[in-house]
């Protein structure tokens, strides 16, 4: 859902009901989306609107999940519908292409604003233009909506360009399903090889070794460049590469299977200089990420963009306590000398119940702020207010370190922003230098364990390198979920001593420690471990 979140907010207000209400439309329409090849980034903003507002989705085996988890980040009235039709590598449980026509036209008649969500593009070996002349003779209205193709984005991701200035002026798409070994073939292969430039292959593990034989035979040399993207832009993507005479045997060495692009050509020796998506520091490693559900994104993105597969398992989410004790405290604010902040949630909370009472920043002209961490002071000077007090080390006893030897704590009333079942040391702390506290709890972290039975069979069959923990409320969620006997198979990753003590106290091997008790200080020290 993280991504799903992202791409949401980036597509800020634009809805993409306003094309069919400008053409006065009132039955329905169905628009042939393309997916792109994997990577939730690259749907086209067009594709991300109409997600956000259609009332079904009928989509192919390639799409990414993510992709369809943005229909449900918007309240609806109805829940929207997901029809999934296969349709890969001709499966037997995938629809029979008229099947798909006959339910477009039956969605696009019932009045419904239809997604047909097709992996890459939906006019490059798609069938787009087939489900479009369905639709057309149906008299149902459609729009096509463009996708990246996986030909030119798998070969991108690879470090392949499908063509370069004084090495290919020209690239071929074809696919791979016409067999050259056949009486007829609508592919003249011999031309290809004698045409130059690049060729991108589509579907074509199984007949590969006949088309390097057919190429070979029209004059291409055997020992030109290439190369097999299977998972082109997903996280788990591989690449070999070979010659147009070996290719074949590396792959069937390798174990690489469907889907691939095959790409075939001298563009695809630059690979070694400019090949990146694979080459990033924590490329294959698989990473669970427990954070609350409205936390996640940061972490999870900077994992992604260090190359990571991310595995999402909110182990605990954010629960606004009882607002009455935080009200109280904000009517009697003047009576305060300090407050405390130990976390980014308690800020957004506190906000919350202040802008509530039609008040900002200024109100607290008064009151000195103490913080925990950077980010909790990052945060509050996101809604204004500046911090007094922010210790060099992220815990609490830093804290108090900070505020000893200061003449403004001792008898002066404190108001301590916790969450609940919190440690007691900073309050008891703060009493021990003479301060009177006032602690109100904002909210308590309580177990979420979304996909916590998936997860666990993934960890029990060695499929994550590393869980990542934020708080010590997250290793009791996690090992709670996914049960003692799957947590301990992964070595994990803390952002600070008091979360690692937590993930100790229940058998976890805890390989890294941040240095510095921060987001990009946890991701910096998973990356260095890694690199």
């Known amino acids: 859902m993280t991504q799903a979140r992202r791409m949401t907010e980036a597509l ?35 594709g991300g609107e109409l997600l956000v507002t259609c009332d079904a989705i009928v989509y ?28 890969r590598g001709g499966a037997s ?34 069938r787009g ?5 369905a639709l057309a003779e149906a008299g149902v209205p459609f729009e096509i909506v463009p996708g990246v193709t996986a030909g030119i984005a798998a070969a991108a991701y690879a470090g392949i360009p499908v063509t370069h200035r004084g090495i290919a002026t020209s690239v071929t798409f074809v696919t791979g399903h016409e067999d050259p070994a056949k009486d007829t073939t609508t592919v003249d292969w011999s031309a290809l090889a004698r045409a130059g430039g690049t060729i991108v292959l589509y579907m074509g593990v199984k007949t590969l070794p006949r088309i390097a034989a057919a190429l070979v035979g029209g004059g291409m040399s055997p020992e030109t460049p290439a190369a097999a993207v299977q998972w082109g832009t997903h996280p788990h993507q591989r690449t070999v590469t070979g010659t147009l005479s070996t290719l074949a045997d590396v792959m069937e060495r390798e174990g690489i299977s469907a889907p691939v692009i095959t790409i075939i050509g001298p563009v695809v020796a630059l690979r070694e200089e400019i090949g990146w998506f694979d080459r990033r520091p924590l490329f ?29 398992m909110p182990a605990t989410q954010i629960e606004v306590a009882d607002p009455g004790p935080l009200r109280s405290a904000i009517a009697r604010r003047d009576e305060y000398g300090w407050i405390m902040f130990t976390s980014q949630n308690a800020v957004r909370i506190f906000w919350d119940a202040l802008r509530a009472e039609s008040l900002d920043a200024r109100a607290l002209a008064r009151v000195k702020i103490g913080a925990v961490g950077p980010a909790t002071a990052a945060a509050l000077l996101d809604c204004g207010i500046a911090v007094d007090v922010s210790p060099d080390r992220f815990v609490a006893e830093a804290l108090l370190d900070a505020l000893r030897d200061r003449r403004d704590v001792r008898g002066v009333r404190v108001l301590y922003a916790a969450a609940q079942g919190a440690r007691e040391t900073l309050q008891d702390g703060l009493e021990e230098l003479g301060a009177v506290v006032d602690r109100v709890e904002l909210y308590r ?31 009791k969620a996690f090992v709670a979920a996914v049960g003692d006997d799957a947590a301990v198979r992964v070595r994990a990753a803390s952002i600070g001593p008091i979360t690692s003590a937590a993930a100790r106290e229940h058998g976890l091997e805890v390989a890294i420690e941040a ?5 990009p200080g946890l991701v910096a020290a998973i990356t260095a471990q890694f690199a």
């Open 12 to 46: 800020g207000r634009t809805e993409a009901l306003g094309r069919t209400e400008a053409l006065g439309m009132t039955t329905g329409m169905v628009y042939l989306v393309g997916a792109g090849p994997g990577d939730p980034g690259l749907l086209t903003l067009r």
């Open 445 to 475: 972290s309580v177990p979420d364990g979304a996909g916590s039975e998936e997860l666990r069979a993934r960890l029990l069959d060695g499929g994550a390198d590393l869980v990542t923990f934020t708080s010590a409320s997250s290793v």
């Open 93 to 126: 449980e995938s629809a029979r292409q008229d099947e798909i026509n006959a339910l477009l036209v039956r969605l696009g008649k019932e009045g419904k604003r239809v997604v047909r969500l097709k992996g890459g593009d939906p006019l490059v070996f798609g």
């Open 515 to 519: 240095t510095e008790s921060t987001i």
């Open 284 to 312: 294959g490693k698989r990473i669970v990420v427990t954070r609350a559900r409205s936390q996640a994104a940061s972490l999870s993105e900077r994992l992604r963009a260090a190359g990571a597969e991310v595995i999402e």
């Open 129 to 133: 233009s087939e489900e479009a002349q």
């Open 60 to 87: 192919d085996a390639l799409a990414n999940p993510a992709l369809l988890a943005l229909a449900s980040v918007h309240e609806r009235a109805t829940p929207v519908e997901l029809h999934d039709v296969g349709k």
